[in-house]
């Protein structure tokens, strides 16, 4: 079981950055590979970057060389560097742990724990 917690969201101009932040608790984080999604309104959710325990990342190709993920297991704790933010990023992001070997997949359905999400609104 792990708990996790998201911040760092907010509201930013297009061509903004924000890093977004999910701290981890419970049991045993460093074997769990963790995963940002996003919801915008009226969308499904999708999953938008994941990292592996020893930082092997994927990301779907809207957010390639913008967004970059990454773990600090010392601290329990993911992040998401989003630079050059523009508009179509404005969405409910969301933090997700999973053991399953296909997390690469980025499916929402391989993921088990969530946290809460952060709201991420970026204006034009």
């Known amino acids: 079981q792990v708990q996790l917690v998201e911040s760092g969201g907010g509201s930013v101009q297009s061509g903004g950055s924000l890093r977004l932040s999910c701290a981890a608790s419970?049991?045993?984080?460093?074997?769990?590979?963790m995963a940002w999604f996003r919801q915008a309104p009226m969308k499904e959710r999708e999953g938008i970057a994941a990292?592996?325990?020893?930082?092997?990342?994927k990301y779907i190709n809207t957010v390639q060389d913008r967004f970059t993920v990454s773990r600090d297991n010392t601290k329990n704790l993911l992040y998401l560097q989003m630079n050059n933010l523009n508009p179509e990023d404005t969405a409910m992001y969301y933090c997700?742990?999973?053991?399953?070997?296909?997390?690469?997949?980025?499916?929402?359905?391989?993921?088990?724990?969530w946290g809460q999400g952060t709201q991420v609104t970026v204006s034009s």
């Open positions: 997700a742990a999973t053991r399953s070997s296909e997390w690469w997949l980025l499916a929402q359905n391989r993921y088990t724990y």
């Open positions: 419970g049991d045993r984080y460093t074997v769990y590979y």
């Open positions: 990292v592996s325990p020893v930082g092997g990342t």
